[in-house]
């Protein structure tokens, strides 16, 4: 035991010995490299070296250890907030973040840390961007945090202002329907994007009375025309029940199933014109072999020959052996 406690001892320092040799080896190239760059720079015309990015960023945390002490407490469910992209107001999705941490069931001394800690998940595209690049340990507190976000998103809440200066635009006394209509289509494009609800509140909000009044009657105008168009549609329906009938109690329906044997009838395209007057009318009999639609069937002879067409049920009859 105290042999093979010895030889894991060694092992073991040879191990650190070789990552301390790895380790001078990486520093001596990385001072390598940096020394190349900067000759290389001072070249005139020479193009900038690319840097390629700061491993050390992608760990850093914008805040010290001392200001976000305490762990994520176990019990801690990450709240489902709206993540902030940078297009709103930024005041309130701090306002949101901060009540649902603090009625999180978090204890006092817990918010804090929190609160800094899980800041980043709520943010997502340009917001998540600027927190990323917020330099290490430039953050001592939440407030500093917020107070740095609300005015690096100033203009989120400007843009979010002009977007309420949809409601504001407004028909004029002298200004006609139509001259309204494409006023507003302009003014509105030169605003941020607004949802077509917003805009079909502005439009409506800024008609004068007397549009107002003209667009009332003009709505009431087409219900009552939709509602002429569908009386007349419930007539035309009546009538056709009417009309439908009429004709079953005047035609007599012939239903056949497949295995039925039944005659069709001669026709002038059909007829034998040798035979005359005296030529059958019915030929057959024949074995229905499939229903093709509505009164429609598939015909074979007696010796198993399909026929090529289809026939319809007005030119069959029932054979009875």
């Not at 290389?40 to 193009?47: H, L, R, S």
């Not at 709103?88 to 973040?97: A, C, G, L, N, R």
């Not at 001259?179 to 994007?193: A, G, T």
Request: proline share 6%; charged share 30%; with cysteine.
């Amino acid at each position: 035991m105290v042999e093979s406690n010895g030889s894991g001892a060694g092992s073991s320092t040879e191990v650190l010995r070789m990552l301390e040799t790895l380790a001078k080896r990486v520093d001596s190239t990385e001072k390598r490299v940096e020394t190349y760059n900067s000759r290389v720079d001072q070249i005139p015309g020479a193009p900038p070296i690319l840097k390629g990015p700061d491993s050390k960023r992608y760990i850093q945390r914008p805040f010290p250890p001392s200001a976000a002490p305490k762990l994520i407490p176990k019990r801690f469910k990450m709240p489902d907030i709206q993540k902030y992209d940078g297009t709103t107001d930024p005041q309130e999705h701090v306002t949101s973040y901060t009540c649902v941490i603090k009625g999180n069931d978090v204890e006092e001394d817990e918010i804090e840390s929190v609160l800094l800690k899980k800041f980043g998940k709520t943010l997502s595209k340009g917001a998540l961007t600027w927190y990323d690049h917020l330099p290490e340990h430039s953050i001592t507190s939440f407030e500093m945090l917020a107070d740095a976000f609300i005015k690096a998103h100033a203009g989120a809440k400007k843009v979010q202002a002009r977007k309420a200066d949809i409601f504001c635009i407004a028909q004029r006394d002298d200004e006609l329907l139509h001259e309204f209509v494409n006023r507003f289509q302009r003014e509105r494009m030169e605003l941020p994007p607004v949802p077509e609800e917003w805009a079909a509140q502005a439009f409506t909000k800024g008609l004068n009375p007397r549009s107002s009044t003209a667009s009332f009657k003009l709505k009431e105008n087409l219900l009552e025309y939709e509602a002429v168009c569908e009386n007349a549609l419930v007539r035309i329906a009546a009538q056709k029940q009417i009309m439908e009938r009429y004709y079953n109690r005047r035609t007599n329906f012939r239903h056949f199933q497949v295995g039925d044997l039944v005659l069709w009838k001669v026709t002038l395209n059909t007829k034998n014109p040798n035979e005359g007057k005296l030529g059958l009318n019915w030929e057959g009999p024949y074995k229905i072999i499939e229903v093709t639609g509505k009164g429609s069937y598939q015909l074979e002879s007696m010796d198993g020959q399909r026929l090529r067409n289809n026939w319809n049920v007005a030119h069959l009859k029932r054979y009875y052996c």
